[in-house]
């Protein structure tokens, strides 16, 4: 068990301004496992003035000097590096393998170039008659999800940080001790008072008073469109900036000169991963149509090898839980063709979901169109390129996406796709690419350099 009863503000751990908490649950057993403090409007005041009060200072901060404390506190994570992949086991319910590997290991690697990058960014530079600097936007408002609690902490606070801006973190309540976790690695490395803070609370209190507080100016949230609109919304009546990473429904596109085995198997194990609970799962799988059954019959084995409770984990909440069955139940009322899983709960314990494929699936299903965030995967069949580019594109979405097939034509079809990163024949996930939406998946950029030009903002000077 445990119990938290302070904000990092300042610099130091202070007490909240209420005495009530927020229950952490193990979604895999659905007993409580920690506490921490319900944070107020007035604690986010409090956070927020701390920041805006550090921001001189750290906007001052040689850039070199910055990357080496975020090069620091990259160390203090990987000195915790168990201790975070437990937590996270914990509170989210992922598998320790996967714990271990990517919500404790990506988060590192990406805090590492960070600290490369704010000592080799070009922040000056000459054009024509003019200078031009980048300087940072100011006080940013960091509201991250609970789906890879660590990464989304780091993707946002990192580039911030070493564009010398100051920040301001409201974890979600369901994953809050891994923020925790970083906060004690943040004090450990040493940054200035303020330019760090920690504010745990619910969406709608904490949440809603970092987005619209006078003194935050950028807004990174990420999360659902829903939530993102009301951001959004919030953020343009003081015409401040936001940074909106939202919703996902990625098209998988097996071209006819795909080794089909692959990429069913491939396409497979990335909805699986993570429970289903990632924004870029490639949910709907485009299969041509004289290949179709055979594909169907390989998603069937392969998901198969997915058991609840081994390699797939629990989703977050019973909340979550009940949504993604619903949209199983909505998919066998609509008629698509049950291939593997289905709605009942495989455990009696836990926050579990079966992995589910369906085949059978027309482009207008509300599992074609809607965001499940559950391990389910749509099996669509398409009778040439040009219906299936319109059936990937066919969404309000464009966050990710794959082509399988010969390089060439992977690539031209990848290039036509209406959505912000595109893996080809399995290429690796890459932390210095650039990762956004197109559409109603978001606004700006996370990781790399193009994440770091989100907290920057231009002057030029002319001589």
């Known amino acids: 068990m445990k119990a938290h009863d302070a904000m990092y503000i300042g610099g130091e751990w202070r007490p ?10 193990n ?35 040689p850039p070199a000097e910055r990357g080496a404390r975020i090069a620091a506190l990259r160390d203090a994570l990987a000195a915790r590096a168990e201790e975070i992949a437990a937590t996270v086991t914990a509170e989210l319910g992922a598998p320790p393998q996967l ?11 990406v805090a590492g170039s960070y600290a490369e990058l704010a000592a080799t960014h070009p922040f000056e530079e000459k054009v024509g008659n003019s200078t031009v600097y980048a300087e940072p936007v100011g006080v940013v408002a960091a509201i991250t999800p609970w789906n890879y609690p660590l990464h989304q902490i780091v993707a946002k606070v990192a580039p911030a940080l070493a564009a010398g801006c100051t920040t301001v973190l409201k974890p979600a309540e369901d994953t809050p001790l891994t923020a925790q976790l970083f906060a004690e690695a943040a004090h450990e490395a040493g940054l200035p008072a303020g330019v760090f803070n920690l504010v745990t609370g619910l969406g709608p209190v904490a949440g809603q008073a970092l987005a619209e507080h006078p003194d935050v100016d950028l807004v990174s949230f990420t999360g659902s469109t829903a939530v993102g609109r009301r951001i959004g919304a919030l953020a343009g009546g003081a015409v401040k900036r936001v940074a909106l990473e939202l919703g996902g429904k990625s098209a998988n596109v097996i071209l006819p000169s795909a080794d089909l085995a692959k990429a069913v198997a491939v396409g497979i194990a990335n909805v699986m991963s993570n429970s289903g609970q990632t924004c870029s799962a490639w949910t709907r799988m485009l299969i041509p149509a004289d290949r179709y059954e055979e594909a169907v019959a390989l998603a069937a084995e392969a998901v198969a090898k997915y058991v609840p409770g081994e390699r797939v984990g629990p989703l977050v ?30 455990r009696e314990t836990g926050y579990y979901v079966s992995p589910t494929v369906f085949a059978d699936v027309t482009p207008d299903m509300t599992i074609a169109q809607e965001e499940i965030f559950g391990p389910v995967v749509s099996l669509l069949r398409y009778e040439d390129e040009d219906e299936a580019l319109a059936i990937a594109n066919g969404t309000v979405y464009g966050l990710g996406g794959a082509v399988w097939g010969e390089p060439e034509a992977a690539v031209a079809f990848a290039r036509r796709m209406d959505t912000g990163q595109v893996d080809i024949n399995g290429g690796r996930f890459n932390p210095l690419a650039p990762f956004g939406g197109y559409k109603q998946s978001g606004v700006g950029r996370e990781l790399g350099a193009h994440g770091l030009a989100e907290y920057l903002q231009t002057k030029s000077l002319q001589f």
């Open 99 to 109: 714990a271990s590997a990517v919500h404790a290991g990506l988060p590192i690697a």
């Open 16 to 25: 909240a301004s209420s005495t009530d908490t927020i229950p952490v649950l």
């Open 317 to 346: 909440n019973a909340k979550q839980q009940a949504r993604v069955r619903g949209y199983i139940e909505k998919g066998i009322e609509e008629g698509a063709r049950l291939v593997a899983g289905g709605p009942e709960a495989p």
């Open 27 to 61: 979604p895999a057993d659905e007993q409580v496992i920690g506490h921490v403090p319900a944070g107020t409007a007035e604690d986010v005041d409090a956070a927020v003035r701390a920041a805006r009060a550090a921001l001189p200072g750290w906007a001052a901060t």
